[in-house]
Nanobody, 118 residues
Framework: VQLQASGGGLVQAGGSLRLSCAAS????????MGWYRQAPGKQRELVAT???????TYANSVKGRFTISRDNAKNTVYLQMNSLKPDDTAVYYC?????????????WGQGTQVTVSS
């Protein structure tokens, strides 16, 4: 299974970016998909998750600004990031966690850099 993240880049504060993560496996529709980020010198942190049924969770720092969504037909998860701040600068990683019988599955994408200038 591969997770291919894309959509990162350089943006000014207040701007928007949309990240995408395409999964190659065949259990995507029942997996919990997540976006994490890691800034220089900091630990990786959870940004948002979405279940196969569409239930979402967000870190407090991004609530109201970021939206996670998924298209099960395309095996793709998205992260719409609005009102970006310099503190959002990080490498963003997508993650796939299996459920039920597949609960041991825990895949990571390669990361995509997001840089927000002030």
């Amino acid at each position: 299974v591969q997770l291919q993240a894309s959509g990162g880049g350089l943006v000014q504060a207040g701007g928007s970016l949309r990240l995408s993560c395409a999964a190659s496996g065949n259990i995507f529709s029942i997996s919990v998909m997540g976006w994490y980020r890691q800034a220089p010198g900091k630990q990786r942190e959870l940004v948002a998750t979405i279940t196969g049924g569409g239930s979402t969770t967000y870190a407090n720092s991004v609530k109201g600004r970021f939206t996670i969504s998924r298209d099960n037909a395309k095996n793709t998860v998205y992260l719409q990031m609005n009102s970006l701040k310099p503190d959002d600068t990080a490498v963003y990683y997508c993650n796939e966690k299996g459920t039920g019988y597949f609960s041991r599955i825990d895949y990571w994408g390669q990361g995509t850099q997001v840089t927000v200038s002030s």
